[in-house]
């Protein structure tokens, strides 16, 4: 039986700097502001939210506490969130316009 590890907020000297990258890369192809993508009082930017949640979640495997910390949010939220951007990027009706939107954004963050 394989012991399954509680995953803690990663080493990181950069944390906020990792998350100010993810935020301005969405920033660029979203055109909405980094600081309005993590406000949570404003419904236009919530997909964009989701998106960065994803991103932290997925690229940099960071915990969902860790992610709700950064965006003010519980880590229950970060978890509705990231399975919902997920469903997006599955479903056959909206894939096509968040998958490219993905790539880009980890693409940024690889350069």
Not at 27 to 43: A, L, Q, Y
Not at 54 to 76: C, K, M
Request: proline share 4%; aromatic share 10%.
């Amino acid at each position: 039986m394989k012991t399954k590890l509680k995953r803690k907020k990663p080493k990181l000297n950069n944390y906020n700097e990792v998350v100010e990258n993810v935020l301005n890369s969405i920033s660029r192809h979203s055109g909405f502001s980094p600081e309005r993508i993590r406000s949570e009082g404003d419904h236009h930017t919530v997909q964009w939210r989701r998106l960065a949640m994803y991103v932290l979640s997925t690229h940099f495997d960071w915990p969902l506490r860790s992610i709700g910390e950064a965006f003010n949010q519980s880590s229950q939220t970060c978890y509705n969130g990231t399975r919902q951007f997920e469903e997006l990027l599955e479903g056959e009706e909206t894939s096509h316009y968040y998958r490219p939107v993905v790539n880009k954004v980890i693409e940024d963050l690889d350069l």
